[in-house]
Nanobody, 127 residues
Framework: QVQLVESGGGLVQAGGSLRLSCAASGRTFSDYAMGWFRQGPGKEREFVAAINWSLGTTYYKDSVKGRFTISRDNAKNTVYLQMNSLKPEDTAVYYC????????????????????WGQGTQVTVSS
């Protein structure tokens, strides 16, 4: 079992930055690939970014490439999402997720690849 707790959300003006954190506890953190998803008002949950630490690979939704950076600190059991140049369309509840590496590397953008989810943190970008 893995427990995930997100933090760092808030209200920011367009063009601003936020850093989200996801603290994991439970089973060995390094056994899992980690991802970030988001769900805007009236929208389905969508993939944002994922990281496979053991292979050193990252994956991003096209619309966030160059603006968002995913990273992880295995010593702290924490994954981060640095979000720069935020836009109003980035407004959503952001969720952290953990999944077995073998599943995430096949389809990092699919929710079914992940076994554990956090409760979410709200990010609101004003224009």
């Amino acid at each position: 079992q893995v427990q995930l707790v997100e933090s760092g959300g808030g209200l920011v003006q367009a063009g601003g930055s936020l850093r989200l954190s996801c603290a994991a506890s439970g089973r060995t953190f390094s056994d899992y690939a980690m991802g970030w998803f988001r769900q805007g008002p009236g929208k389905e949950r969508e993939f944002v970014a994922a990281i496979n630490w053991s292979l050193g690979t990252t994956y991003y939704k096209d619309s966030v490439k160059g603006r968002f950076t995913i990273s992880r600190d295995n010593a702290k059991n924490t994954v981060y999402l640095q979000m720069n140049s935020l836009k109003p369309e980035d407004t959503a509840v952001y969720y952290c997720a953990a999944g077995r590496v073998v599943n995430v590397i096949r389809r990092p953008d699919q929710t079914y690849a992940y076994d554990y989810w956090g409760q979410g943190t709200q990010v609101t970008v004003s224009s």
